[in-house]
């Protein structure tokens, strides 16, 4: 029964973080850039939770449930200005409503 | 245990490459939940049953249900009822179901080895959590509660259809 090292966890979370990021910038449909988000706070989480596990503390799954709630409250105005966006100008392309008006 | 960490982070990598290469949304969405799913196997590998719970239940239960909502609202127009006879086609599941199918074995390994320690670190179980959380981080906990009325409150605001 091996330990694994901290430094793989950490790896992981950096390499689901990476592709988050990547998905955020390549994609230009607003329903993928949310979900691309998401992956990226889940990837944060996950390291809070691997640093925990190294010092034996409860600290990094407090962290870990602060991100949730935030991301929660986060996807739902996100997606609530999403059905918005998609009712006023009938697209979810994020390139088309990149101008603003006022 | 270790093995399962190293089998269930390469699930979560491969299935979130495929998340951010779909141009279905829908097939997307399938990956993320897998992706979500393994990284819950992650966390109870390092010892924290309790995050891997709120994990499956919080994010891939109710954080997907809305985006599944979001996604059935925006695709009410003519083509619905082919689209999902499109959805509907096998070729579209089976990459999840496989990855899934990966986690599944994981978990029954885990279960009939009986060997439910976490690989070389503490388990810290939702007892120590818990009364962390409500003692040193009682003002978090109540700063939470209120960015969760806020985004209620902000979503109802802006999900309300105007009548004139």
């Given at each position: 029964m091996t330990a694994i090292p901290m430094e793989h966890g950490l790896l992981v979370a950096a390499v689901l973080f990476m592709l988050g990021l990547i998905g955020l910038l390549v994609r230009r449909n607003i329903i993928f850039m949310l979900l691309s988000i998401e992956i990226m706070l889940n990837a944060a989480g996950l390291a809070f939770v691997v640093a925990g596990a190294r010092w034996a503390q409860v600290e990094g799954q407090i962290m870990f449930m602060f991100i949730l709630a935030m991301a929660a409250a986060e996807v739902a105005v996100g997606l609530a200005l999403v059905l918005l966006m998609y009712r006023k100008f009938?697209?979810?392309?994020s390139d088309q409503v990149s101008r603003m008006r006022g | 245990m270790a093995v399962i960490f190293y089998i269930s982070s390469a699930v979560a990598i491969l299935s979130t490459v495929m998340v951010i290469t779909r141009m279905n949304a829908v097939h997307a969405l399938l990956y993320l939940i897998v992706s979500l799913l393994s990284v819950a196997v992650i966390f109870f590998t390092l010892g924290a049953p309790f995050i891997a719970a709120l994990e499956v239940i919080i994010y891939a239960g109710a954080i997907m249900v809305l985006f599944v909502f979001v996604m059935m609202m925006l695709n009410m127009g003519t083509k619905a009822a082919e689209q999902e006879r499109k959805w509907i086609n096998p070729r579209m599941y089976v990459g999840p179901a496989i990855l899934a199918a990966i986690l599944g074995v994981e978990l029954v390994y885990m279960l009939a080895s009986?060997?439910?320690?976490?690989a070389g670190f503490e388990m810290i179980g939702p007892k120590a959590v818990g009364i962390s959380l409500y003692s040193s981080y009682i003002i978090g906990l109540e700063l939470a509660g209120m960015l969760l009325l806020a985004g209620l409150v902000g979503a109802f605001h802006l999900g309300r259809q105007d009548k004139d």
């Open positions: 009938k697209t979810l392309d | 009986g060997s439910n320690r976490a």
